[in-house]
């Protein structure tokens, strides 16, 4: 059985090696190569390890390891990923609904919580939509304002 940070290795360089768009498909090319591994340890795994999930130079998804330098320019990253992914941005209430490619919503979660926005008190990403919750309608209007901008 491997240890959680032999299993990480493992997957970094999978995903450095080859295409993987999907958990399943990470988990079964780990089941493949004899790791005993479920759908939402994999899922804790990219979410610890900060696995984004890019288009490649034919527009198909994969997985790959951050960028350092995004890292350190929240605003680059999250303006890269609302170029890629984001859908729809639309108000209810006091909450932004960001609308994005399947299986993109978490990535855009993460690097929407990293901007520490003054007027984001949090969001929930589920597969294809962010909920990202403000104090009040007129500060979720200037928040869809803000994304709609980063993402150009």
Do not use: W
């Amino acid at each position: 059985m491997l240890t959680k940070r032999s299993r990480q290795q493992l997957i970094r360089s999978l995903i450095s090696q080859q295409r993987i768009s999907t958990q399943l498909e990470l988990v079964n090319t780990l089941r493949g190569l004899g790791c005993h591994v479920t759908q939402a340890t994999i899922s804790r795994d990219i979410r610890e390890m900060g696995l984004e999930k890019y288009r490649d130079h034919m527009s198909r998804a994969r997985y790959a390891l951050p960028d350092t330098e995004q890292k350190r320019d929240p605003g680059a990253a999250a303006g890269r990923m609302m170029r890629e992914f984001a859908n729809v941005v639309a108000v209810a209430h006091n909450m932004v609904v960001l609308k994005s490619e399947v299986g993109t919503a978490p990535g855009l979660g993460r690097v929407i919580d990293q901007l520490d926005h003054d007027l984001i008190i949090g969001c929930v990403a589920g597969d294809d939509t962010v909920l990202i919750v403000t104090p009040d309608p007129k500060a979720a209007e200037q928040v869809a304002e803000y994304l709609q901008r980063l993402g150009g």
